[in-house]
């Protein structure tokens, strides 16, 4: 039986690879899904999720996660929420109530702790220092500070042909306080229907909400159109009509697959990675190139991987 | 030059009044929303919107709200904010901001408090007679305090074609602190865009959101539907899908226009009650059916406009 794992950025890797061994032992998308993007949040060097996640303005590290199954079409979601190791363990657990399943700041923190959720200061020294570095180059400056989002967003078929979905994020780096990208909406930083197929999407959660990438394509794929397809379509047309009406468009990346396994990739920007894994295909990170609305990719180079790891765990001074 | 505006629920009366007068005198569709959210925000008595909402299970009025400009298609939106008298002007002022436009929590109201906005205590004495009631009547016996969610949710056309939209909500009742459903979910909760039409939603939000129901009403208007081709056949697909899927649907309403100034409307249970008025038609109440996915209205008599207010308006005890 087939499966199919895919996710934003070359930081999903080491979690591909776990989330790839449940689905070839027959574990299902959920688990798959959950466990994969913890990896993500637990390993310090990847800024702009979870633990080590760079903080907002205030110096706090606030982080929007969300998780969908897509069996049932249950959502759970939490925005803004400080202080626990796991925010895609909140957000699916919140996926199984009856109501009340997004939840924002205080209130996800109240759910988080009664529920026995892991508490962690997730703010990491290496965070710190990029934090006043930040300040200094920028804010001090007179510029504007904003920079950095890139959100670890996932889909997985399971070899009983169920879907999941996840996504999770610290946002924008030196966001105000309780500024929530799309990683937490339904229909813009995901989407998944076990019988049509999933879609993830990561960069500026402001403009992404103005498309509701996610759904556009699962939509697509529905009315016919291969992944490839869907995700060039969806991400072109938002893209043009973000410059149509805007002057300029804010950087658009997505990956889907459908529920054959098969999966897409588009982007608006240079150098999108991401990463794959099948019962055919050990997990592969790819990276991309956008030419007149056409996405393109190719495996990474093994320079380009050093390259990638060295530059994520290099020291780091303050200035 | 024609001009529309509509609205959900019964409660939009006062404030589309108001708002038709913008229009009608040139005024632009985002005045126009914003202060046709705000007179129902401020009225007293409408006890899921604004000033008297009903609050969460821990006794606090936590609003959500959120405004689209239809040219730009830029939002903005909160999500959980308290002591604060004007969501939808706090949402509307966000909507102009670059980049953190959806803020959550204690950030949206440092927000609110550094931008000028006016501090209030959203809580009635009337709603805390409600919630007491409603501890008693459910809580107390083990039963699940969860009931109403009526959103005001409204779609502007004005006279130069630029088209708007805005939600505000105190949510569902006894929610869990922190809970946002549909109304601050670009997509699910509001969508609009000048060049075809916005559409925006009321019932229960984790439902609404696994459809992206504003969206797909606005899609498929671009497609060619009439609006209300549009909203019956996008509360339909959904309606289906949750029954399928889940074997029962939540409260779906939804009430659109194109940029004609066309309206439809669509709901998925009976009563459902919208406001619209136009330059060819002064603000009037009408009440919907639904049968077999098709919605037929009819404006509201003036037997079920006096029971409505005096419903609202009768003295509560402490039960």
């Known amino acids: 039986m087939s499966w199919t794992i895919i996710a934003t950025w070359r930081m999903a890797l080491e979690g591909v690879q776990e989330g790839a061994k449940l689905l070839e032992y027959k574990g299902n998308s959920e688990d798959a899904i959950e466990k994969a993007i913890k990896m993500v949040e637990d390993f310090p060097y990847y800024k ?9 303005e205030n110096g706090e590290v606030e982080l929007d996660a969300a998780f969908m199954d897509g069996d049932s079409l249950s959502i759970g979601a939490v925005a803004g929420i400080k202080d626990f190791k796991n925010p895609i363990s909140i957000a699916r657990k919140l996926s199984e109530e009856k109501v009340n399943c997004f939840l924002v700041g205080q209130g996800a923190e109240d759910y988080a702790h009664k529920n026995g959720f892991e508490r962690m200061n997730m703010l990491t020294d290496r965070a710190i220092i990029q934090y006043k570095n930040r300040l200094k180059e920028t804010v001090d400056k007179g510029l504007s500070p904003y920079s950095g989002h890139d959100t670890v967003g996932m889909v997985a078929l399971d070899q009983n042909n169920s879907m999941a979905s996840g996504t999770s994020t610290s946002g924008l780096f030196m966001k105000k306080r309780g ?3 799309d990683s937490a909406i339904s229909g813009s930083g995901f989407y998944v229907d076990s019988e049509i197929g999933g879609a993830t999407a990561t960069g500026l959660g402001e403009d992404i909400m103005k498309g509701c990438s996610s759904y556009e394509i699962v939509r697509l794929m529905k009315e016919g159109y291969t992944p490839q397809e869907a995700a060039d379509k969806a991400v072109g047309q938002l893209n043009d009509l973000l410059i149509k009406r805007r002057k300029k468009a804010g950087d658009i990346s997505v990956v889907c697959i459908n529920n054959k396994g098969e999966f897409g990739v588009a982007t608006n920007i240079e150098g999108f990675s991401f990463v794959v ?4 295909l050990t997990p592969t990170v790819y ?12 495996v990474a180079t093994s320079e380009w991987m050093d390259n990638y790891m060295k530059k994520r765990t290099a020291p780091l001074k303050l200035k």
Chains 1, 2 share one sequence.
């Open 179 to 181: 500024r929530t990208g």
């Open 48 to 56: 702009s999720v979870g633990y080590g996640g760079l903080p907002n």
């Open 287 to 298: 990276v991309c190139s956008s030419k007149k609305g056409k996405t393109s990719y190719e």
């Open 277 to 280: 894994a099948t019962d055919n």
